[in-house]
């Protein structure tokens, strides 16, 4: 009995991953945010969101971090390259087999005003898609209805205009298709950038594969058209001349980003060991990231136990210190109106037992005024 959808790959970023879809069912591979992901021969190269690079050749796996190309939208084997896009800066550069910097193209515009995407061969021309000839920092948002292109990057010529979001570039013979994500639909062009045909879908446009005389196109929950009414990523296959549907599967994914067919079946298992054994990796390195950090957190809170204590003592004897003053003060008071009262006593004692001193006085002038 065969399969409708066999033998694929298909990456997603935001909490996707990369998963293989064999015999009808979807396998979760990992869940390293994913975008472009390229084939050939045996060799895969994918993109990390929102930096970084893997390399699967020969059952090795090398991975680059390449600080200076951030968010990785697309990436394409082209030997002897390699080729990545850069979103935020707008630009798509060359890079050799190590991921050192050959050549870079940088486009006018400020952080993702043109929001460049994906790449690929098509005639011999090396092309690429875009939101827009926009300058201004994400400038395209809720502007991109027909104002997406493909371009040639060596020449700079466009060769089709008046696009929704463009995305997933990919040739057939002469023809290209491409997601016109925006209006949920597939499109078809001629050698000469002509629309040939288009088709309506159910969902955001990503991702396309084409493979034994069918098309696969990914369906994304998009984040940015309304009525979008999918719950999760899904996969739809067409038959590549009438374009009918002739089936679907849904993915435990929000999103599609690229789909890859798989051609030789000898490849599959060391492929697949590779992806396995570099998630591995990547899993054991961030438990020992995550063990570093506790640790650290651990450390972190020991010293702060220890400083909290320290100031809790040092505040009690600040606020003894002053208590201890008003205490020394109220003794000190109470002394002082004691010995006023003792005072006023011995006074008061004093003026009852010599009253005569005061009388003295007077009877002296009395006696004085008699003579």
């Known amino acids: 009995m065969p399969y409708l959808f066999d033998n694929l790959l298909v990456s997603s970023p935001n909490g996707g991953g990369l998963l293989f879809i064999h015999r009808d069912q979807a396998f979760h591979l990992d869940m390293i945010n994913t975008t472009g992901i390229s084939l050939n021969g045996s060799t895969l190269l994918r993109g990390l969101q929102p930096q970084g690079l893997v390399l699967y050749k020969d059952q090795r796996v090398e991975q680059y971090d390449v600080p200076h190309i951030h968010d990785i939208h697309d990436v394409l084997l082209a030997e002897p390259y390699l080729y990545t896009v850069g979103t935020t800066g707008n630009e798509i550069l060359q890079l050799d087999e190590h991921a050192e910097e050959v050549r870079r193209w940088t486009f006018a515009g400020g952080q993702d005003a043109k929001h460049l995407n994906c790449l690929t061969l098509w005639n011999q021309r090396l092309v690429f898609s875009a939101f827009g000839d926009f300058t201004g920092p994400r400038q395209y948002k809720d502007n991109t209805d027909q104002a997406g292109f493909v371009q040639d990057l060596h020449s700079g010529e466009r060769l089709i205009n008046g696009l929704s979001q463009p995305h997933s570039l990919c040739a057939v013979g002469e023809h290209l298709l491409l997601a016109n994500s925006e209006n949920k639909e597939l499109?078809?062009?001629?050698?000469?950038?002509?629309?040939?045909?288009?088709?309506?879908?159910?969902?955001?446009?990503?991702?396309?594969?084409?493979?034994?005389?069918?098309?696969?196109?990914?369906?994304?929950?998009?984040?940015?058209?309304?009525?979008?009414?999918?719950?999760?990523?899904?996969?739809?296959?067409?038959?590549?001349?009438?374009?009918?549907?002739?089936?679907?599967?849904?993915?435990?994914?929000?999103?599609?980003?690229?789909?890859?067919?798989?051609?030789?079946?000898?490849?599959i298992p060391g492929l697949l060991a590779s992806i396995s054994q570099h998630a591995s990796s990547r899993y054991q390195h961030s438990i020992n990231e995550r063990d570093i950090k506790l640790q650290a957190l651990a450390e972190y809170s020991a010293q702060q136990k220890q400083l909290i204590a320290s100031l809790e003592q040092q505040l009690r004897e600040q606020l003894a210190s002053p208590l201890g003053l008003l205490a020394e003060r109220d003794a000190a008071l109470t002394a002082v109106n004691q010995r006023y009262d003792e005072v006023r006593h011995q006074y008061g004692q004093l003026l009852s037992s010599n009253s005569w001193l005061l009388t003295q006085p007077f009877r002296n002038i009395r006696r004085w005024l008699r003579l």
């Open 187 to 267: 499109h078809e062009y001629d050698s000469s950038g002509l629309l040939l045909r288009s088709k309506l879908l159910q969902g955001y446009t990503r991702g396309i594969c084409v493979q034994n005389g069918k098309i696969y196109i990914g369906l994304s929950r998009s984040r940015n058209i309304d009525g979008n009414a999918l719950s999760s990523a899904r996969l739809v296959v067409l038959d590549s001349q009438s374009w009918q549907e002739l089936g679907c599967i849904d993915l435990p994914v929000p999103e599609v980003y690229s789909i890859l067919g798989i051609e030789d079946p000898d490849i």
